[in-house]
Nanobody, 110 residues
Framework: VQLQASGGGLVQAGGSLRLSCAAS????????MRWYRQTPGKQREWVAT???????NYVDSVKGRFTISRDNAKNTVYLQMNSLKPEDTALYYC?????WGRGTLVTVSS
């Protein structure tokens, strides 16, 4: 399975971005998908999960600001990020079972 993450960029604090993660396989519809993020010198941090039934869960620091969703017809998972803060700056990765996308860089300026 290949995962292609996209949608990162440079945004001012308070702005929004939507990340996408397209999977090469329809297995996505049967499994959990997760977003993680990582900054230099720090461990990769889990951000959000969406189950096959659509149940979502978030790390406390993004609750109320980020929304994870999925479009099974497109084999794609999204991460809508609103009210972005400089501390959200990181390389964001999508994860499906043991497969990882390359990451997409989000930079939030103050």
């Amino acid at each position: 399975v290949q995962l292609q993450a996209s949608g990162g960029g440079l945004v001012q604090a308070g702005g929004s971005l939507r990340l996408s993660c397209a999977a090469s396989s329809s297995i996505l519809k049967f499994t959990e998908m997760r977003w993680y993020r990582q900054t230099p010198g720090k461990q990769r941090e889990w951000v959000a999960t969406i189950t096959s039934t659509g149940t979502t869960n978030y790390v406390d620091s993004v609750k109320g600001r980020f929304t994870i969703s999925r479009d099974n017809a497109k084999n794609t998972v999204y991460l809508q990020m609103n009210s972005l803060k400089p501390e959200d700056t990181a390389l964001y990765y999508c994860n499906l079972i043991s497969f990882w996308g390359r990451g997409t860089l989000v930079t939030v300026s103050s």
